[in-house]
């Protein structure tokens, strides 16, 4: 059993809300079998006509993550976009008429995943809300607990391979994993209606990918907004999917989606929607097929307005060679020789014991991963 640290000024008071709001509302526990099958989840009477049609709304929040999903008038949320995605967030639950969720998952701490979170346990009620491994003591993460804390609900951390049901649709989640870093501590979800597979990766990078065990999907929800981290070649190879969803910010400063990732994806011939190019996306799973309101995107990368773009097109019968090179000049960032990725601040707590701190152009760093805690932040 994992106890979540909220390491704020207002960690007395939070703890002293959690203990009087719940005996174990400040733990993270693992569910058990009745919860993890969807038991507290409200009986329909035999009157109720059920339909096998699931909608799959992906929100236009830019460059993070907030996914909508409907089943027979029961819906379920996964992640909330970031901080100042609030009001929209809210307000386009609302005018899909959801009046309760059934579950929401936070597929990781980041504020690009979580940020609006207290706005929608605030505004909208909620029946369970499932949480990742893994601690963290910024703000946002702090307003979201407090939030569930007012709320009575207690964040429990899902076992792997619990399922939970949404209608006529359910999850299960393929990951739940325990690593020092956030992003591959993300909730992967699989979401199966009739016979249409869906593959919600949060921001698992390739060493989660290489681990999960799944194979064919119909929909992926590209992981961590397109870095070159994710969706490896291999991992593409594996699960095979028709059609990608990837939600990203236009003129993003991370220059998400990266080349490599885009290459892949048009080098499998994959039908691609952004958000950066449809802003809402919707798919209509019928249990036998899916649907789009999206048009298809070209094989892109980062959309930025610093940068000279070149259509990747993918052809069956071909190798693909046209590569896209990323912007590599232009704004300052920092890293340490021995680190892995570059930072867009030197105040960085990540950086707060490095003696030696490199600054120049992200060419001249070496680095291709941006740092998650200066996104998050």
């Given at each position: 059993?994992r106890r ?11 703890s ?8 174990s509302?400040?733990?993270v ?16 009477t ?11 709304h ?16 029961k ?9 100042d ?10 005018d ?9 998952f ?18 909208i ?22 939030a569930?804390?007012n ?75 397109g ?12 699960i ?30 994959i ?5 950066d ?6 798919f209509?799973s ?12 070209a ?21 693909i ?10 704004d300052?960032?920092?890293?340490t020789?021995?680190?892995k ?10 950086l707060?014991?490095?003696?030696t ?19 998050s932040n």
């Amino acid at each position: 059993m994992r106890r979540y640290n909220i390491k704020s000024k207002g960690l007395a008071i939070i703890s002293s809300i959690l203990i009087l709001l719940s005996l174990s509302a400040c733990s993270v526990k693992d569910i058990d079998a009745q919860t993890s099958t969807g038991n507290n989840s409200t009986k329909e009477t035999n009157s109720v006509v059920t339909s096998n049609e699931s909608e799959l709304h992906f929100i236009d929040t830019g460059n993070s993550d907030a996914i909508l999903i409907k089943n027979n008038n029961k819906f379920a949320l996964i992640d909330g976009g970031d901080n100042d995605d609030e009001e929209r967030v809210v307000s386009y639950l609302k005018d899909q008429g959801v009046k309760e969720l059934e579950h929401i998952f936070a597929t990781h701490p980041h504020a690009d995943h979580i940020g609006g979170l207290d706005a929608v346990v605030n505004d909208i009620p909620v029946k369970n809300v499932y949480v990742s491994n893994g601690d963290s003591d910024s703000k946002t993460y702090s307003a979201f607990i407090y939030a569930m804390a007012n709320k009575g609900l207690s964040p429990s951390v899902p076992l792997l391979n619990s399922e939970f049901k949404l209608g006529s649709g359910k999850f299960k989640v393929i990951s739940a994993a325990n690593e020092k870093d956030p992003n591959n501590n993300s909730l992967v979800l699989e979401y199966v209606n009739g016979n249409d597979k869906v593959l919600l990766m949060g921001d698992a990078e390739e060493k989660i990918e290489r681990e999960l065990d799944v194979s064919d999907v119909d929909l992926l929800k590209v992981g961590h907004h397109g870095s070159r981290s994710s969706s490896s070649s291999s991992f593409i190879d594996k699960i095979n999917p028709k059609y990608a969803v990837i939600l990203v910010g236009a003129n993003n400063k991370y220059g998400h989606p990266h080349k490599e990732t885009m290459y892949t994806l048009a080098s499998k011939n994959i039908e691609i929607h952004r958000s950066d190019e449809c802003g809402h996306i919707v798919f209509k799973s019928s249990g036998n097929g899916l649907s789009v309101d999206c048009k298809v995107s070209a094989y892109t990368p980062s959309i930025n307005t610093n940068s000279e773009n070149t259509n990747i097109k993918p052809d069956k019968n071909s190798t693909i060679t046209t590569i896209v090179e990323d912007n590599t000049k232009g704004d300052i960032v920092y890293w340490t020789s021995n680190g892995k990725s570059y930072h867009s601040t030197k105040f960085c707590p990540t950086l707060s014991r490095s003696k030696t701190i490199n600054s120049g152009t992200q060419a001249e760093s070496g680095k291709y991963d941006p740092c998650d805690r200066c996104i998050s932040n």
